[in-house]
């Protein structure tokens, strides 16, 4: 358990994070940990379904939960005399859902529905496609809201089994950040089911991460616009100063009008409607995505200049200039994340979940301690365009 | 809290709060989309985009460099009522970067080079929106609730009056640029001497603008009416929706606590009725956008094909409810709440309490609306809401995107539900 004090905010958010991603799903378990999310919302052994959001957004708070490859959690906000009745209610909800064999055939209409409307988004589904292809096998070339039939299979039993071997005292995280003075919750976390949880009998860490460089051309029905995707792999999330000059990099490139991608290929060419470079940050190898929107006979132009630019960067470093100015906006970009109370939450909660204990402040010297030198030794390199999986999609 | 007013008329509003040296600033100017001249629908916005492409001293390159260097967040957008620059920075920055909101309103390079990227940009982001299946049911609904009126189009405009703006068009909208009146907050860690600065006009320069006056906004259309379009989905798109009434007006703040009741939270009534009674969306809801004219409020979810005609008689069915049956006390006290929830929520940062203080002063509301607000609405009455729902909800249009066959099992329903009589 993690807490910090912000005296000043007018809520408090209460953040419960497990390591119960879906890259913990086994054989056949393809998409059980999304719909677990969902299920718990459905009500626990002393809650009704509905119940936990009913006096939670009464107490004029509201919450919602995200399951990612890695991790899952479940993030309550409420006035902060609201705080101690909700903790015991989130708990009890996260820690022992009901899993109503009723519900649950409902809850899998409602993840369908989820399912098809991100099939209705066609640069998602190239996203997707993206993955597959350069992650191969990994958890992380498979969808998280899962395989259509696989989840007409699961059951109410396969997903008690996959919380019971997943949500452990060594696998959890409870992060609460907002104004705690007057909050006791000491005792109450004593007694409650979080206290109860045991560690987990195996716990094997997700499976590294190896993409595969590659490249692939799909045409995709209702695309209005062609999409040059690439993907790239950086050391993982534990890995915390290069994740920050992963930050500098993908900044440094294509953050704002004066980066060298939007610069060059959206500025001056007018070849893209937009080009994007981010830094995803995951466990087993961070993933960079970059993404261009331009026209189908653009395509063989963009990607000859995306080549060119990280060619270019790889050939000269960058100036202090571009570094200092990629400095100041991650810097101010981390700062502004933690003006509220669910940004502080959430990435304190996060690091404290993967054992990575450190304070507020650290990124942040982290960061000044980036060279152009440093950067261009450790991380340019690997950001070559012979080491990554390229996917352009056409409209078809 | 402090008020000024800036040399030329613009009223300057200063929110003093602890925490992080962090400063979000505001400045909204009345007329934007719904301000687009005859022929020019997207100008507004095509202005608003060019505005930080050089202004005052400084080059496109210039101004990007100066804002991006300081590690800032600069971004100019209009919406239907107006025009808003937004501006995050450092608050030891803020000496250095506030005056650009003033320089880019009064002294705007407007180069046609910087125009054509712009208006290009626009084009693509238009053609991109076609695919996404909501967009086309939302375009096509705004169009059966507005017609060709001042909300009857996306900001971002119609393609062929885009293709066609230049830069005499924009010289002379720039020039009116705050003439329906603008006003200025600023939120956060507010360092000694920026509102002085502000004060005293940029070089010299006083930028002519007076307080946005109460006034009335664009009405919209009054009669029901069904759209379609055909595309090659999973799901079926349906919104449902009417035009109301503006911010601030006599039962606007009814329709409020009804949207809270639908639409707000996981024990809203639409999301209780569809999803978690049967399984029909994973994403339903409500969109009521404060306007400063007849603001739409619409019900909107996507749904399975082979399940649209469920979907589509349940969403109807639950409007019809609204206009036949009145809140319980029960229902009333939850809608209450998250109203109350929601103001406390969108308190949580520096730049939510500039935008939304911006936003009512916009609309000539009183800088304490949202309180206000929070009074009168605990006065309200289970029959209030349904008064309220009975004179502005009375006749809503549908609108469809998705296979044709799904598309003919909802016109079915329509064409026999008792709403549609």
């Known amino acids: 358990m993690v807490q910090l004090d912000?005296?000043?905010?007018?809520?408090?958010?209460?953040?419960?994070?497990?390591?119960?991603?879906?890259?913990?799903?086994?054989?056949?378990?393809?998409?059980?940990?999304?719909?677990?999310?969902?299920?718990?919302?459905?009500?626990?052994?002393?809650?009704?379904?509905?119940?936990?959001?009913?006096?939670?957004?009464?107490?004029?708070?509201?919450?919602?939960?995200?399951?990612?490859?890695?991790?899952?959690?479940?993030?309550?906000?409420?006035?902060?005399?609201?705080?101690e009745e909700s903790l015991g209610l989130l708990l009890d909800l996260v820690l022992q859902p009901r899993l109503d064999p009723t519900d649950f055939d409902m809850e899998r209409q409602v993840v369908l529905e989820e399912l098809a409307q991100s099939e209705d988004q066609p640069e998602e589904v190239a996203f997707q496609q993206l993955l597959r292809l350069s992650c191969l096998d990994h958890a992380y070339g498979q969808p998280i809201l899962g395989e259509r039939q696989a989840l007409q299979n699961h059951s109410p039993a396969s997903m008690a089994a996959f919380h019971q071997r997943s949500y452990r005292s060594d696998r959890c995280c409870l992060s609460i950040a907002g104004p705690l003075k007057d909050i006791g919750i000491r005792d109450q976390l004593e007694q409650s089911a979080l206290a109860q949880l045991h560690p987990a009998e195996d716990h094997a860490g997700p499976r590294p991460l190896k993409l595969h460089p590659g490249e692939h051309r799909m045409e995709l029905p209702r695309l209005e616009a062609a999409r040059l995707l690439m993907a790239w792999q950086l050391p993982g999330a534990a890995d915390q100063q290069t994740v920050i000059g992963g930050d500098l990099l993908t900044t440094l490139l294509a953050e704002g009008r004066r980066s060298r991608l939007v610069e060059r290929l959206r500025e001056q060419l007018r070849l893209v409607e937009s080009i994007d470079l981010d830094l995803n940050v995951l466990e087993s190898g961070c993933l960079v995505l970059l993404e261009a929107v331009c026209e189908e006979e653009q395509l063989p132009e963009v990607r000859q200049e995306v080549r060119a630019v990280l060619e270019q960067l790889q050939d000269q470093e960058p100036s202090n200039a571009e570094l200092e100015r990629a400095k100041r906006l991650v810097g101010n970009g981390y700062r502004f994340s933690l003006e509220a109370p669910g940004g502080v939450a959430a990435m304190v909660g996060n690091s404290t979940l993967w054992g990575r204990h450190h304070n507020l402040q650290a990124p942040l010297d982290w960061l000044e301690a980036w060279t152009v030198e440093r950067l261009s030794k450790d991380l340019i390199c690997q950001l070559s365009p012979e080491l990554a999986f390229c996917l352009e999609a056409v409209p078809a | 809290m402090e008020q000024r007013l800036l040399s030329g008329g613009c009223p300057l509003w200063l929110i003093h709060r602890p925490g992080p040296e962090i400063l979000s600033a505001k400045l909204w100017l009345r007329g934007g989309s719904s301000a687009d001249p005859a022929g020019q629908r997207g100008a507004a916005q095509l202005l608003a985009g060019v505005l930080s492409r050089g202004c005052g001293p400084l080059s496109g390159d210039a101004l990007a460099d100066l804002v991006e260097g300081r590690g800032a967040g600069l971004r100019c957008e209009a919406s239907e009522d107006g025009t808003l620059l937004s501006l995050k920075c450092a608050s030891e920055d803020a000496r250095l970067l506030l005056p650009l909101l003033l320089q880019m309103v009064s002294s705007p390079?407007?180069?046609?080079?910087?125009?054509?990227?712009?208006?290009?940009?626009?084009?693509?982001?238009?053609?991109?929106?076609?695919?996404?299946?909501?967009?086309?049911?939302?375009?096509?609904?705004?169009?059966?609730?507005?017609?060709?009126?001042?909300?009857?189009?996306?900001?971002?405009?119609?393609?062929?009056?885009?293709?066609?703006?230049?830069?005499?068009?924009?010289?002379?909208?720039?020039?009116?640029?705050?003439?329906?009146?603008?006003?200025?907050?600023?939120?956060?860690?507010?360092?000694?001497?920026?509102?002085?600065?502000?004060?005293?006009?940029?070089?010299?320069?006083?930028?002519?603008?007076?307080?946005?006056?109460?006034?009335?906004?664009?009405?919209?259309?009054?009669?029901?009416?069904?759209?379609?379009?055909?595309?090659?989905?999973?799901?079926?798109?349906?919104?449902?929706?009417?035009?109301?009434?503006?911010?601030?007006?006599?039962?606007?703040?009814?329709?409020?606590?009804?949207?809270?009741?639908?639409?707000?939270?996981?024990?809203?009534?639409?999301?209780?009725?569809?999803?978690?009674?049967?399984?029909?969306?994973?994403?339903?809801?409500?969109?009521?956008?404060?306007?400063?004219?007849?603001?739409?409020?619409?019900?909107?979810?996507?749904?399975?094909?082979?399940?649209?005609?469920?979907?589509?008689?349940?969403?109807?069915?639950?409007?019809?409810?609204?206009?036949?049956?009145?809140?319980?006390?029960?229902?009333?006290?939850?809608?209450?709440?998250?109203?109350?929830?929601?103001?406390?929520?969108?308190?949580?940062?520096?730049?939510?309490?500039?935008?939304?203080?911006?936003?009512?002063?916009?609309?000539?509301?009183?800088?304490?609306?949202?309180?206000?607000?929070?009074?009168?609405?605990?006065?309200?009455?289970?029959?209030?809401?349904?008064?309220?729902?009975?004179?502005?909800?009375?006749?809503?249009?549908?609108?469809?995107?998705?296979?044709?066959?799904?598309?003919?099992?909802?016109?079915?329903?329509?064409?026999?539900?008792?709403?549609?009589?």
Request: charged share 20%; net charge negative.
């Open chain 2, 109 to 421: 390079w407007l180069v046609e080079d910087q125009i054509s990227l712009e208006r290009q940009l626009n084009l693509q982001t238009l053609q991109r929106q076609k695919e996404d299946p909501f967009q086309v049911a939302h375009d096509q609904l705004r169009h059966q609730l507005y017609g060709d009126g001042a909300y009857g189009h996306d900001p971002l405009g119609v393609e062929a009056e885009l293709e066609q703006i230049g830069q005499d068009q924009l010289h002379q909208l720039a020039r009116r640029l705050g003439q329906q009146g603008a006003v200025m907050v600023l939120a956060g860690r507010i360092p000694e001497g920026v509102d002085t600065l502000l004060l005293e006009g940029v070089e010299q320069h006083r930028w002519p603008t007076t307080e946005p006056p109460r006034q009335a906004g664009p009405a919209g259309l009054k009669h029901a009416s069904l759209k379609s379009s055909r595309d090659d989905t999973e799901q079926l798109v349906m919104m449902l929706g009417t035009t109301t009434s503006p911010l601030g007006s006599e039962q606007a703040l009814a329709l409020r606590l009804l949207h809270c009741h639908l639409g707000i939270g996981m024990s809203s009534r639409l999301f209780i009725a569809l999803r978690e009674e049967h399984g029909l969306a994973y994403d339903v809801g409500v969109h009521y956008p404060a306007r400063l004219g007849d603001a739409p409020f619409v019900f909107h979810l996507s749904s399975s094909s082979d399940r649209a005609r469920e979907a589509c008689q349940e969403l109807l069915n639950e409007w019809l409810r609204l206009l036949e049956t009145p809140l319980s006390d029960e229902q009333l006290s939850l809608a209450l709440a998250k109203f109350r929830g929601q103001e406390a929520l969108g308190r949580q940062t520096g730049s939510q309490i500039a935008d939304r203080h911006a936003l009512v002063l916009g609309h000539g509301l009183p800088f304490d609306f949202a309180d206000r607000s929070l009074r009168e609405a605990a006065a309200l009455t289970p029959a209030d809401l349904h008064k309220a729902a009975q004179a502005l909800l009375l006749k809503p249009s549908l609108s469809l995107c998705g296979p044709a066959s799904a598309i003919a099992a909802a016109e079915a329903v329509w064409s026999s539900h008792p709403l549609n009589r």
């Open chain 1, 6 to 83: 912000l005296p000043d905010a007018p809520v408090i958010c209460l953040d419960f994070w497990c390591q119960a991603g879906s890259c913990y799903e086994g054989e056949g378990e393809s998409g059980l940990a999304h719909f677990l999310e969902h299920m718990v919302f459905k009500g626990s052994k002393q809650l009704d379904a509905g119940e936990f959001d009913l006096r939670i957004e009464a107490l004029g708070g509201n919450s919602n939960a995200a399951t990612g490859f890695d991790d899952v959690h479940y993030h309550v906000l409420v006035p902060p005399a609201a705080a």
